[in-house]
């Protein structure tokens, strides 16, 4: 799994988006629902971060899970 800026992990209740991706560190935002994008803004190592998102779901666009978007079929082509 690879770490970058505007991921949105999904843990149970909660949404933790990548705000900033640096070396050694992760800016990141905890918010209750990632649409309003209200939410505290916390700065933690890339391993505290790893643990904190132990388990949880990566979105994709749209607020999808990645299960969720790779279902959707493919637009067909003329």
Known sequence: MKLAQGQIWRQGEEY???VKWARL???YK???DPAT???TLHTVTKKEFCRLI???E???PGG???TEAEAIP???EE
């Open 16 to 18: 933790y988006r990548i």
């Open 37 to 39: 994008k209200q939410g």
């Open 25 to 27: 560190s992760i800016e």
């Open 74 to 76: 493919a637009p067909e």
């Open 54 to 56: 132990k388990g949880a």
């Open 58 to 60: 990566l979105l994709g």
């Open 64 to 66: 999808l899970s990645q």
């Open 30 to 32: 905890a918010m209750k």
